[in-house]
C-alpha cells in the first residue's frame, strides 16, 4: 500500500513536470536582432573624416545615420511569424555602435530565416499616424505629401580646405529593400544566440555602384539618384559569422 | 507567526494611508490633435484637476520668488503665448540673464530636453532650477515651503493634490499646469482639419515651409521642415535630434550650448528647436534674442548664415540656386515673394484661443479680467 502511494506520488510529480515543461516550451519568448555598424574594414566612428570618398578625392566623416527595419517576417517551421507593427528606426549614435531589437512575444518554433525591409511599407509610408517608431513629426519624415526617408545619412566632405555638406536622404515606395536571410543554424525564442548582422554604411557608396561624393554630394527627390542609393543599401546589410565559422 | 503579524500590520498601514491620502480627479475632457503623436505623463505625477489649480496659481504667484516681485509669469506672459517681448530675460537681480524667454506651448511633445541647452530631461526637473536661480528668482525651497505652510490658501491645496508641501510637490503641480498649456486651434490647425483654405500666400509659404530645395527637380523650399517638424512645428523627440546649429555664429562665437549637457565638442553652438506656434506673437527671436523681427529671421536663413563646424549640413547643403560646386556660398536663395509667403504662413500659427483661454490665465487677475 505505502509502496503503492509512494510511485503515484512519483508518477504525479512526473506527470506535473512533464506539464509544467510543455507549458514552458509552448510559450511565446523574445528574439533579439542585433545590428553592428562598420564602415568597410573600419568601426563606425561619428564626426571624425577618418574615410576616404570611395569615388574619389577627400575624406569623409558622418554627422548621422540612421534607418527604418520593417516588416520583419520570421520563417518557422510552423509557418511565417510577421511582427506586429515592426517599424524600427536603427541608429547607431551610442557606445557600441551597434542597434538591438528586442522581438517580444515570439511564438515558440524553430527559425531558418527572418525577411525584414530597409524601409517602409506603402501603406505606412502614406500615413500620418505614430505606428512602432514611425512618427510624422521625426527627422525621418519629409512631410505628409512625401512620406518617410527610408535612410538618412548626413554628414561633410572634406578636400584640402574644402569642407562640403552630405546631405543623403533616399525614401519613396520603390526603393523599400525586402533582404532575406537563410540561418546557418535554427533559432527558436529565448535562445542565447541573438541574430547578429553587420550594417557596412559604406556599402551605401560602394554596394553595386561606387558614388564618388564630391560628383554627388546630396541625393533627396532625384528619383535616379534616389534608386542608385537604395540599390547600394539593398547589399549593406548581412549576416555576422558566428565566431565558430570564423576559426 | 511573527512575520504574518508584520504583514497584517503594514497591510493596516497601507490601507489608512490610502484611506487619508488624497484622492485627486483625473482631469476631465483632456484631448490634443492626434497629429501632435503619442505622448506620455509621468505615472508618479498624473494629469489631475487639483495639480493644475495648483500649478495654475503657483506659477501665477510672486511669493515663489525670494523677494517676492516675481512669479514664472513675469516671463512667460499669456498674451505673448508665454514669453517676455524682451531679447533677454530679466529676474529679481536686474541682471539681463543669458537667454530668451521660451514660449509653454504644447510640452509634452517635441524633445523631451528642456533649457536652451538641454540640461533637464524633465518639466519637473526644470520647474524648480528658476526659482533657486540667483538672478532668476533667486528663493530657497525651504524658505518657500515655509511661506506657502503659512499661507492661507495652499495648505488645503496641496492636501488635495498631493499630500505634503515638498520641492517635489512644487515642481510636479508647475509641470502639469505646464503640460495643459496646449494651442492647437490656429488657422493652421484649422486648415490641417479641414475647415478652411490657407490664402494663396500662406499656401505657397506652407509648401516652402514643408521642403528641402532640391534644384535637380526644381523644388524650391525654405528648409525649415528640416528641423521644425510639420504638425508640432517644434524641434525633434528623439535623442538630440531637437537641437541645433543654425548658422547664427562663426566659430570664434560659437557658444557652448548643448555642448554643456553632453561634453561632446561637436555640439558646440546648438540649441533647443523652439516650436514655431505662435512665433509672431514671441518676438524677438533665437536663444539670445538677437532677432527683432521676422523678417530679419528669414533672413538671417536666407543669406546671414556663418559657418563652424557643428554648423547643420542641411543648412549648408540647401539653396534654391545652382552652384558653381567649387565656392560654395552658402545662401537659400528664396526671393522676396517667397520670404512673404513663409512669414505669411507663420502667422498662420497664431493661436488666439490659446492666448485668451481663460484656464490658462491669472487666477490672481480674475476679478479684473481683460475682455478676450
Redo the contacts between chains.
Sequence with gaps: MRKLLSISVAIGLLLTGAAIYVYQTSQPGTLRMRFDAVVGDQPLVFNDARYSNPGGAGMFRIRDFQFFISNIDLHGEKGVYRLPDSYYLARFDNSSTSYQIDLANVPRDRYSAVTFSIGVDEVANGSIMSVGDLDPNSRMAWNWEVGYKFLLFEGALIDSDTIRPLVYHVGFNENRKTLRFNLPEEVAPDSSDALIFTVDVLALFTGKTTVDMAALPSVKFDRDDARLLADNYGTMISLTPTTDDAQ | MLSLCGLVLIATIYGFVGYIGPKPTPLQGFTAP?????FKVPVDNPLTQEAVQLGRRLFYDKQLSGDNTVSCSTCHLQHLAFTDGRARSVGVSGKMLDFNSMSLANLM??SRHFFWNGRVDSLEEQALAPIQHPDEMAQNLDDLIDELAADDVYPGLFKSAYGEISAENIARALATFERTLISSDSKYDQYLRGELKLSAEEELGRKLF???P?I??S?RGGNC??CH????T?G????F?GFSNNGLDTEALLTSGLQFTTGQV?DRGKFKVPTLRNIALTAPYMHDGRFTTLEQVLDHYNEGIRVSDSLS??I??ADNQPQDGVN?RISLNLNEEEKRAVIAFLHTLTDHNFITEDKFSNPFDADTKPDA
Design positions: 492626434f497629429v501632435f503623436g503619442n511633445w517635441g514643408m521642403a528641402h532640391d535637380k527637380v523644388l521642415i528640416d517638424s510639420q504638425f508640432l517644434s525633434f523627440n528623439a535623442q535630434d561637436t549640413p542641411l549648408m547643403e560654395i
